[in-house]
């Protein structure tokens, strides 16, 4: 695990947050979310999604590098009476096994190394939903290691079955990107 990463997000974690919400494209799209099986929240932070999938019955794994992030979702979910499995994962080294979650969702993180392995560990059916910043953004992160080019979070995704997909639009945020796929059956 590379601890000066774990680190950086600890510290960020430490300072008071506003509470934890879901990605707007989970919002959007809950409608798609099955009423049962195995979900992942992806390099999840706080946990945002986490919750919002566990609110609607998911068995919910939610891996992130900061054990101080996971904590505070752990509190919170014990709060609000929900069940889910926190996992202090470095997911760049680790990413999740094929054919292990129904759903991922995964926001404001981008490990382009990892998409394949997101894809191999959907189930056949399963759905994606994955919203982060595009290079046109202004309140996030500069660095091209992560920030999508235009049009490129399809082409990482392109062998799922897009559901939806938004950049440049007004139902999103500017300077971010989103996509609901789903895996298709072998």
Not at 36 to 54: E, T, V, Y
Not at 94 to 111: E, R, W
């Amino acid at each position: 695990m590379d601890k000066s990463k774990q680190q950086k997000w600890d510290k960020r974690y430490l300072k008071p947050n506003q509470p934890p919400t879901a990605a707007a494209v989970l919002s959007q799209y809950q409608q798609l979310l099955p009423t049962q099986g195995r979900a992942l929240d992806l390099a999840c932070g706080l946990g945002g999604n986490a919750l919002f999938m566990a609110q609607r019955g998911l068995k919910v794994s939610a891996w992130d590098i900061s054990s101080v992030g996971l904590g505070k979702l752990q509190d919170l979910a014990k709060h609000r009476q929900l069940t889910l499995t926190t996992v202090h994962r470095d997911v760049e080294q680790q990413p999740p096994k094929p054919n292990s979650f129904d759903v991922i969702c995964v926001s404001y993180f981008l490990h382009r190394d990892t998409t394949q392995s997101l894809i191999a560990a959907l189930k056949p059916d399963g759905l994606l939903f994955y919203q982060t910043f595009t290079t046109a953004n202004t309140n996030g992160p500069r660095n091209p290691r992560f920030v999508l080019q235009e049009g490129e979070l399809l082409d990482l995704f392109s062998p799922l079955e897009i559901i939806d997909y938004q950049e440049k639009s007004p139902t999103i945020s500017d300077g971010q990107a989103w996509l609901v796929g789903r895996k298709k059956h072998p």
